[in-house]
């Protein structure tokens, strides 16, 4: 994600495994290009080719390893990954017993970096693709921390920061090796708090619990404070701190300290030598601006975040909140045109990055039945009067099937139907026809009424819709009808042979329909009870305002909120 990778991440068994083959001058060396890679990368890329040619093999496999991720930290994820494939096919192609430490080692430090690879680009079907295919030969449960990573990006925040924790817990402190300074060894624990302080705040993002937030600063500070102790790039593990507490804050709703730490941690120079870092920032401080309401700032930042977004191709949720802003300011200064263009691109990345997620998840799901059934076979094989358990964890697993088939059969047409709203809503705004985004009419009948009442009625009632008066609670039929100069019987044959709806239908309609844009165009209006919005609308509790709501959109009113404020 930042300059300072997470290539440490296998640094202490690489440290035994290179001990076994290489010599000590080796050793040196490969601990040499390491450090140099985050220093003066150039001069590592330099040396780590010098060794690809090699006549020892094995010395050659780390050359190519450390040539890739010197193109990892230049943003080449795509060159990065091939380079990687093909040392991973040279690697099983060699003499290198496949049970051997050293093997293992050297492949999985490839594997792993594939995964972030991946990951960052948000493939993540496709990291788990390799986790999954290299699993068998690299035995330990090597893979929690990756696994965590992912159920966290899926949103199952509870079993993604518990494996990541346990990966914390449970990572050898090893005596350092040759070469090998203290310093990488606190690295390596460093990452993995961030890794947990990251979770911890997409996972404030769905529950709101503050404690959550204070939990993920408690880790950030945990990291920076291993780092800095051992003076390692303390300008730059600043930066990174700060920037990670502006997250917080501005996820807290303090948009001005959000502010204030973003421009602290963007006074270090050393951040501009990062592309991606530069990225985060300006994703952030257009962010605090917009909300700030400095909108000129904003776009700056946002425009800024998009044009350099094609170097990196790093999260597209990270685009896509891009995208969310440019539309919001553009919709704040009445530029339609482009607002529409910019929610366009927004519910086609939505759509995209969903698709992503639906077959990761399913990844995910079959991989946990799959360890499950491991552990029974096992249980079976250890003890045949087990058996009567394997039963009992069988049904339980159809069950488990059977309710998350239909829990995401729910789920994904509750989300068909928010981003038919949307895009409704859109469509509906920018061509100025005012109507419910929701239910589709049959074709009208011809009108039995007389043509100019008709005319008069459609005229009044365009009138009232403007006025918005049917939000006073007072908005009846009687209401209306003294509106229009006419009485309830004409209405009510004007909404029955005209509209084709009664009189009541067309109140909540209307009602629903400023009710969905107003949570949209008004993000305040979200932190409203139910009571409060019901009453804004003419209704005089929460359960009509949910009943009605339910009625015309097919969802509930927090679930079509909670939606809202994941999309921004």
Do not use: W
Not at 461 to 473: I, T
């Amino acid at each position: 994600m930042y300059k300072i990778i997470c290539y440490c991440i296998l640094l202490l068994s690489f440290s035994s495994a290179v001990a076994q083959e290489l010599t000590e001058l080796e050793i040196k060396k490969t601990r040499s290009i390491q450090e140099q890679l985050i220093a003066n990368p150039e001069q590592a890329y330099a040396e780590a080719l010098e060794i690809s040619n090699s006549e020892n093999e094995l010395f050659r496999f780390y050359g190519n390893y450390y040539v890739a991720n010197y193109f990892y930290n230049k943003s080449e994820l795509a060159h990065s990954g091939q380079l990687l494939l093909a040392l991973i096919a040279k690697i099983e192609k060699s003499d290198l017993p496949k049970s051997s430490k050293v093997y293992q080692d050297l492949l999985g430090m490839c594997v792993n970096k594939l995964f972030y690879i991946h990951k960052n680009l948000g493939d993540y079907d496709r990291a788990l693709f390799y986790l999954d295919k290299y699993k068998k030969q690299l035995p330990d449960n090597r893979f929690n921390e990756q696994y965590g990573l992912i159920k966290v990006a899926m949103g199952d925040y509870v079993n993604g920061i518990r494996l990541l924790k346990k990966e914390l817990m449970t990572s050898p402190h090893l005596k350092l090796g040759v070469g090998e300074k203290k310093v990488m060894n606190k690295k390596l624990f460093a990452d993995k708090n961030n890794f947990i302080g990251e979770a911890y705040q997409q996972y404030y993002i769905k529950s709101k619990k503050r404690v959550y937030l204070d939990s993920a600063n408690y880790y950030f500070n945990a990291a920076a404070t291993m780092l800095i102790q051992d003076n390692f790039y303390p300008e730059y593990t600043k930066a990174l701190l700060y920037m990670r507490e502006a997250k917080s804050a501005a996820l807290g709703g303090d948009y001005s300290k959000s502010l204030s730490l973003y421009r602290k941690g963007k006074k270090y120079p050393v951040v501009q030598e990062n592309i991606r870092t530069v990225q985060l920032f300006d994703l952030g401080m257009a962010d605090c601006f917009y909300h700030v309401k400095q909108l000129d700032s904003a776009f700056f930042y946002s425009e800024k975040y998009i044009r350099s977004y094609p170097v990196t191709k790093v999260s597209k949720e990270n685009l896509l909140m891009a995208y969310n802003i440019m539309t919001l300011c553009y919709s704040e200064k009445k530029d339609h045109k482009n607002a529409y263009r910019y929610a366009q691109k927004s519910l086609a990345l939505i759509q995209s990055i969903e698709g992503i997620k639906n077959k990761s998840l399913n990844f995910l799901h079959n991989y946990d039945l799959n360890v499950i059934k491991e552990e029974s076979n096992q249980i079976i094989t250890a003890k045949n009067y087990f058996k009567i358990s394997l039963y009992g964890i069988l049904i339980i697993l159809a069950i488990v099937v059977f309710i998350f088939y239909y829990y995401y059969k729910d789920q994904k047409e509750k989300h068909y139907r928010f981003l038919k709203i949307i895009q409704n809503l859109k469509e509906s705004k920018a061509s100025d026809i005012h109507k419910v985004p929701v239910n589709t009419t049959e074709a009208q009948p011809k009108p039995l009424m007389d043509e100019e009442l008709v005319e008069k009625l459609a005229s009044g009632l365009k009138k009232l819709e403007q006025k918005e008066a049917y939000l006073d609670p007072n908005f009846k039929l009687a209401f209306v009808a003294k509106k229009l100069n006419t009485n309830t019987a004409y209405l009510s044959q004007y909404f029955n042979q005209v509209m084709q709806k009664t009189f009541s239908e067309y109140t909540q309609e209307l009602r629903i329909h400023y009710v969905l844009q107003k949570l949209i165009e008004v993000p305040h209006f979200r932190k409203y009870t139910l009571q409060a919005i019901a009453e804004e609308v003419g209704y005089k509790d929460a359960n009509t305002l949910v009943r009605v709501f339910k009625k015309q959109t097919g969802l509930s009113p927090n679930y079509y909120i909670e939606k809202l404020e994941n999309s921004d």
